[in-house]
């Protein structure tokens, strides 16, 4: 007796990509990316330690030095807005850097096969970094009154829109870098070479005021320094300081002596974030 055996078939049906499937996969990526945040206690700590010292450390010691030379302005007040800026970038960087991460574990590959946008992977990787980012920049927000910063609702307000604008931006940079790197090492080497240049050419701790026509026009080409005069502009704002101060210590971004108003620099800090997160898109479009 021959005996056949039927051999059944098991269909399984992929649904199609879909915008409601695409929203869904950010809605994961974001949730991920805070459990991810919320559990690492000890990344939210040291996310915090640098910042807080320069602000109360680096800041309280150069208060001391102008108040020996007769100077009238806390730097502490000053520096404020460039530690809040200086938060959210190491930790909108530290966000991107998971994605080298999860490809030296093939977690990225399991995710770059579902059947879902990759621009939607990258947007919910850049959302939740942005928030992670600017929820951590919060802390330094909160941290106004021993820097001689008004606790003003409308400006706390300000602030932490323009952080949360600055974070997507930074973020947005970090997945563009790490879209094509495979390794920890290399991710940090590159993310330090680009971090430590845009931080101290942004006057996150000095005015832009005076500067040699060399510097001043590296300052006007950083990105991050039209993220954190915003945050300045708003701060000097509720502060009330001669004209002579206003100048030195809060003169704004001039193209060829034309002021660059505040609007525009954050119109221009979105295009970049909007161009970046772009540009990340299209990297993990062409391959893993």
Known sequence: MTATTATEVVRVQVPERSVRHDLRAVKIVFHRELLRFWSDRMRMISGLIQPALWLLVMGTGLSSLMATGGGEVDLKTFIYPGVCAMTVMFTAMFSAASIVWDREFGFLREMLVAPVSRGAIVVGKCLGGAFVATAQGVVIVAMA???GVPYDPLLMLTLVGELFLGAFALTA???LLAARITNM?????????????????SGALYPLSGLPGWLAVLTKLNPLTYAVEPMRQAVFSRLDLSPELERAFNSGVTWNGWPVPVWLQLVMVAVMGLGLLGVAVVQFRRGD
């Open 173 to 175: 940079f970090g997945v």
């Open 145 to 147: 009154g021993l820097a």
């Open 185 to 201: 090492q290399s991710f940090f080497a590159i993310m330090q070479m680009a971090m430590m240049p845009m931080l101290f050419l």
